[in-house]
Structure formats: structure tokens, C-alpha cells
């Protein structure tokens, strides 16, 4: 079986940071890519960071230069880094891997800014 577990989210004040989780278990096959989706109440899950099996990094406007994706060595972990955190950022965080045939989703971890 293939499954995602995030970790890390909590409650945070504005301005502070977060280290996000999520470890992988079983074989994924042909994996392309892993990352990190959020979903805000009353809003779409969107795209928050992206790691390709290359290595490759992206991220969405709205992020970029706060959060930073990373992988270990084995590539059984991503980590999402999350800085100079801001109430818009208060959602369910989900880890995301995707390979030619299937798209597999972790069962999300919840991140509150808040004063």
C-alpha cells in the first residue's frame, strides 16, 4: 500500500515559522514529482510548492521567497519550511505525489496563523 502522512502543522502567531512533514510508505510507481496543496475554508486546494524527482523546485506567487521544499537523501520525506507566516496562510496543508498513471494525497495537517 501507498500511503502519505503529513506532520508538523499547529498553531502559529503571525511572523513565525512552521517545519511541515509529510513520509512516504510503500513503492510509488514512476513517481514524477511530489509537493504541497493547501485548502483554505470556503476556497479550491491550490498549489502551494512542487519537488520533481530531479530535483527541480517550484512555487506559487504567493509563497515564494517564505516557504522552501525539500526532500531527504532517500526521497522517503518531503519537508515544507514555512517562514514570515501570514493569517492567508491558515489552511489544511496536504502532501501530493504524482507518477504517470496515479495521483496519491496525504490526509492534510493543520496550520492556523493567528494572533
Known amino acids: 500500500q501507498v500511503q502519505l502522512a503529513e506532520s508538523g502543522g499547529g498553531l502559529v502567531q503571525p511572523g513565525g515559522s512552521l517545519r511541515l512533514s509529510c513520509a512516504t510508505s510503500?513503492?510509488?510507481?514512476?513517481?514524477?514529482?511530489m509537493g504541497w496543496y493547501r485548502q483554505a475554508p470556503g476556497k479550491q486546494r491550490e498549489l502551494v510548492a512542487t519537488?520533481?524527482?530531479?530535483?527541480?523546485?517550484n512555487y506559487a506567487d504567493s509563497v515564494k521567497g517564505r516557504f522552501t521544499i525539500s526532500r531527504d537523501s532517500a526521497r522517503s520525506t518531503i519537508y515544507l519550511q514555512t517562514n514570515s507566516l501570514k493569517p492567508e496562510d491558515t489552511a489544511v496543508y496536504y502532501c501530493?505525489?504524482?507518477?504517470?498513471?496515479?495521483?496519491?494525497w496525504g490526509q492534510g495537517t493543520q496550520v492556523t496563523v493567528s494572533s
Open positions: 501530493n505525489a504524482r507518477s504517470n498513471f496515479v495521483t496519491y
Open positions: 519537488i520533481t524527482s530531479g530535483g527541480i523546485t
Open positions: 510503500g513503492s510509488i510507481y514512476r513517481v514524477n514529482a
